[in-house]
C-alpha cells in the first residue's frame, strides 16, 4: 500500500531530479507513523494502512508538490542583466566614434556586441545545466585546470620566460582569467564533497584552495591570485563556521589565515631563490606600481592620471580632458574614468549602482537558498564579481595600486565579458534549482561498470 501510494504521488511530480528526495521524505514520514501506529496497538498491515491514509489523496498531495518542487527562473535578476547589457552596447557603440582612442582600443569594442551575444549564449546553457552535476566532476576539472596551469607556466618559462596570461589553439585565443576565476565555484563544490570528513577533509580543502594560488603567484598573475585567495578564503570560512569539518572553530580558522599568510610568502621565497627561472620583471614591476602609489611618484604616473581626469570631470556631460587622449585601456580596466569624463560623474555613479545593486540582488537571492552547495558556489561566483568591481572603483579613484580588474558586464574584452555572464549563468541554475533540492544533496561521482559478456 505504501509502495503504491508513493508510486502514484511521484507520478504527479514532473521534475525528475526532485523524486529521490521527495520519495525519502515521504517514505520515512510514513514509516514513522507506522511505527507510532503500532505501538498503539495495531498490527501491521492495519498500521499501515491508517498511516497512508493520514497523508491524504496521493494525486493532490502529489500536484502541490509538484507546484513547489519544480525549477523556476529568477526573471528579475535575468531583466538587470539585460538593461546593464543594453546599456554597455550603448556605450561601447558611442565609444567607437571617440576620435581619441587607440585602433588597438577601437577593436576591442568593435568586438564588445559579439561579445554580449557569446555571453548570453554561455549564461542560457549554464542556466539550463543542473550545477549539482556540475559538482559531481568538481574534482575531475579542477585538477585538470590545475595540470593545464602547471603545463603552461613549465611551457612558458621554457619558451619565453614571461607570465602566462594567455592560452589559444587553432587561432582561437582566451584569457587565462577565465579559467582561473572559473576554478574559484569549482572549488565551492570540491570543498562541499569534501564536508563531513573531518580533519582529512579540512586538509584536502587547503590543498585544493592554495596550491591554485601558489600556482598563480609563481606566474605572477598578481590580480588573479589575490581575488582568488580572497573568495576562497570566504567559501573556506563559510564552510568552518557551518561546521562542516566538525574541527574546532577557533582551530581551522587559525590554519586558514596561517595559509592565507604562508603561502605568499613561499611563493615570493621560491621566485627570489630562482630569479633566473620565473617571471621577476612581473613582480618588480608590481613592487614599483605599490612603491610609487605610496611615494606617489613618477612611478605612479596612471594613477595620478586617472585622479586628474576624475578632478576635472564633472557632475553631467563632456570635460573636455586634455589627459583623456592618453588614456590606456579606455574601454576595459579604466571603463568608469571614461563615462565620468565624456558623461559625468553621476553618470558613472548611476553604472555602478545598477551594477550594485544587481550583486545585491544576487546576494539577498542567495542567503536565501537551502541548499549547502549551491550557498558556496554562488559565494565565490558573487565574491569575483564584487571584488572586481570594488578593486575597478578604487583603482579609476587612484586610491588603490593598479592592478588588472574590470567592471562586470561594462568593460570590454571577451573573456571579462563572457566570464561573467557565465558566472551569471551559475546564480540561474541554483536558483533555477533551489526547490528541487533539500539542504544537502548527493555529489557523488557516477560509476562506470563495464559489462563484460563471456
Request: with cysteine.
Given at each position: 500500500?505504501?509502495?503504491?501510494y508513493?508510486?502514484i504521488l511521484?507520478?504527479?511530480?514532473?521534475?525528475?531530479?526532485s523524486?529521490?528526495y521527495?520519495e525519502?521524505?515521504?517514505?520515512?514520514?510514513?514509516?514513522?507513523q507506522?511505527?507510532?501506529?503500532?505501538s498503539?496497538?495495531?498490527?501491521?498491515?492495519?498500521?499501515?494502512?491508517?498511516?497512508?491514509?493520514?497523508?491524504?489523496?496521493p494525486?493532490?498531495t502529489g500536484?502541490e508538490?509538484?507546484m513547489?518542487h519544480r525549477p523556476?527562473?529568477?526573471?528579475?535578476?535575468?531583466?538587470?542583466?539585460?538593461?546593464?547589457s543594453?546599456?554597455?552596447?550603448?556605450?561601447?557603440s558611442?565609444?567607437?566614434h571617440?576620435?581619441?582612442?587607440?585602433?588597438?582600443?577601437?577593436?576591442?569594442s568593435?568586438h564588445?556586441l559579439?561579445d554580449?551575444?557569446?555571453?548570453?549564449?554561455?549564461m542560457t546553457?549554464?542556466?539550463f545545466?543542473?550545477?549539482?552535476?556540475?559538482a559531481?566532476?568538481?574534482?575531475?576539472i579542477?585538477?585538470?585546470i590545475?595540470?593545464?596551469?602547471i603545463?603552461?607556466i613549465?611551457k612558458?618559462?621554457?619558451?619565453?620566460?614571461?607570465?602566462v596570461?594567455?592560452?589559444?589553439y587553432?587561432g582561437?585565443?582566451?584569457?587565462?582569467?577565465?579559467f582561473?576565476?572559473i576554478?574559484i565555484?569549482?572549488f565551492?563544490?570540491i570543498?562541499?564533497?569534501?564536508?563531513?570528513?573531518?580533519r582529512k577533509?579540512?586538509?584536502?580543502?587547503f590543498?585544493w584552495?592554495?596550491?591554485?594560488?601558489?600556482?598563480e603567484?609563481?606566474?605572477?598573475?598578481?590580480?588573479?591570485?589575490?581575488?582568488?585567495?580572497?573568495?576562497m578564503?570566504?567559501q573556506?570560512y563559510?564552510?568552518?563556521r557551518?561546521g562542516w569539518f566538525?574541527?574546532?572553530?577557533?582551530?581551522?580558522?587559525?590554519?586558514?589565515?596561517?595559509?592565507d599568510?604562508a603561502?605568499?610568502?613561499?611563493a615570493?621565497?621560491?621566485?627570489k631563490?630562482?630569479?633566473?627561472?620565473?617571471?621577476?620583471?612581473?613582480?618588480n614591476?608590481?613592487?614599483d606600481?605599490?612603491?610609487?602609489?605610496i611615494?606617489n611618484?613618477?612611478r605612479n604616473y596612471i594613477?595620478?592620471?586617472?585622479r586628474?581626469?576624475?578632478?576635472?570631470?564633472?557632475?553631467?556631460g563632456?570635460?573636455s580632458?586634455?589627459l583623456?587622449?592618453?588614456m590606456?585601456?579606455a574601454?576595459?580596466?579604466?571603463?568608469l574614468?571614461?563615462?565620468?569624463?565624456?558623461?559625468?560623474?553621476?553618470v558613472?555613479?548611476?553604472v555602478?549602482l545598477?551594477?550594485g545593486?544587481?550583486?545585491?540582488?544576487?546576494?539577498?537571492?542567495?542567503?536565501k537558498?537551502?541548499?549547502?552547495?549551491?550557498l558556496?558556489?554562488?559565494?565565490?561566483?558573487?565574491?569575483?564579481?564584487i571584488?572586481?568591481l570594488a578593486?575597478?572603483?578604487l583603482?579609476?579613484?587612484g586610491?588603490?595600486?593598479?592592478?588588472?580588474?574590470?567592471?562586470?558586464?561594462?568593460s570590454?574584452?571577451g573573456?571579462?565579458?563572457?566570464?561573467?555572464?557565465?558566472?551569471t549563468?551559475?546564480?540561474?541554475?541554483i536558483?533555477?534549482y533551489?526547490?528541487v533540492?533539500?539542504?544537502?544533496?548527493?555529489?557523488?561521482?557516477?560509476?562506470?561498470?563495464?559489462l563484460?559478456e563471456?
Amino acid at each position: 500500500m505504501m509502495e503504491e501510494y508513493i508510486r502514484i504521488l511521484l507520478e504527479q511530480i514532473r521534475c525528475k531530479k526532485s523524486h529521490k528526495y521527495i520519495e525519502s521524505e515521504i517514505r520515512s514520514h510514513i514509516e514513522d507513523q507506522i511505527e507510532e501506529n503500532m505501538s498503539r496497538g495495531m498490527d501491521p498491515e492495519t498500521a499501515e494502512r491508517m498511516a497512508v491514509n493520514s497523508m491524504g489523496d496521493p494525486v493532490m498531495t502529489g500536484t502541490e508538490l509538484d507546484m513547489i518542487h519544480r525549477p523556476q527562473m529568477n526573471i528579475k535578476l535575468i531583466v538587470m542583466i539585460a538593461a546593464i547589457s543594453i546599456i554597455g552596447v550603448l556605450i561601447h557603440s558611442l565609444m567607437l566614434h571617440d576620435s581619441f582612442l587607440q585602433p588597438e582600443t577601437e577593436m576591442i569594442s568593435g568586438h564588445y556586441l559579439r561579445d554580449v551575444i557569446i555571453g548570453l549564449c554561455v549564461m542560457t546553457g549554464i542556466c539550463f545545466v543542473d550545477y549539482s552535476v556540475i559538482a559531481r566532476f568538481s574534482k575531475l576539472i579542477g585538477g585538470a585546470i590545475i595540470a593545464l596551469k602547471i603545463l603552461l607556466i613549465v611551457k612558458s618559462l621554457i619558451e619565453v620566460n614571461s607570465a602566462v596570461k594567455w592560452i589559444g589553439y587553432g587561432g582561437i585565443w582566451m584569457s587565462w582569467l577565465l579559467f582561473d576565476m572559473i576554478y574559484i565555484p569549482i572549488f565551492g563544490a570540491i570543498v562541499y564533497k569534501n564536508s563531513r570528513q573531518g580533519r582529512k577533509g579540512l586538509i584536502k580543502s587547503f590543498m585544493w584552495m592554495y596550491i591554485p594560488v601558489f600556482l598563480e603567484l609563481l606566474s605572477a598573475n598578481m590580480t588573479c591570485a589575490l581575488i582568488m585567495l580572497i573568495s576562497m578564503t570566504a567559501q573556506m570560512y563559510l564552510a568552518i563556521r557551518k561546521g562542516w569539518f566538525g574541527e574546532s572553530y577557533k582551530a581551522a580558522i587559525t590554519a586558514l589565515v596561517s595559509g592565507d599568510v604562508a603561502t605568499p610568502s613561499i611563493a615570493a621565497s621560491v621566485v627570489k631563490a630562482f630569479g633566473s627561472v620565473f617571471p621577476t620583471n612581473t613582480f618588480n614591476l608590481y613592487r614599483d606600481i605599490v612603491a610609487g602609489f605610496i611615494a606617489n611618484d613618477e612611478r605612479n604616473y596612471i594613477t595620478g592620471m586617472l585622479r586628474t581626469i576624475n578632478k576635472a570631470a564633472l557632475l553631467f556631460g563632456d570635460s573636455s580632458s586634455e589627459l583623456s587622449n592618453s588614456m590606456p585601456a579606455a574601454d576595459n580596466q579604466y571603463m568608469l574614468t571614461y563615462i565620468n569624463c565624456h558623461y559625468g560623474i553621476m553618470v558613472g555613479i548611476a553604472v555602478c549602482l545598477l551594477i550594485g545593486w544587481s550583486l545585491f540582488y544576487m546576494f539577498r537571492s542567495l542567503i536565501k537558498q537551502n541548499n549547502q552547495l549551491g550557498l558556496i558556489v554562488g559565494t565565490g561566483c558573487l565574491m569575483i564579481f564584487i571584488l572586481n568591481l570594488a578593486l575597478n572603483i578604487l583603482i579609476n579613484l587612484g586610491a588603490f595600486p593598479i592592478m588588472e580588474c574590470w567592471i562586470p558586464f561594462i568593460s570590454a574584452g571577451g573573456s571579462c565579458i563572457v566570464l561573467s555572464y557565465a558566472l551569471t549563468g551559475i546564480l540561474l541554475s541554483i536558483y533555477r534549482y533551489k526547490n528541487v533540492y533539500p539542504s544537502d544533496v548527493d555529489v557523488k561521482m557516477p560509476k562506470l561498470k563495464l559489462l563484460l559478456e563471456q
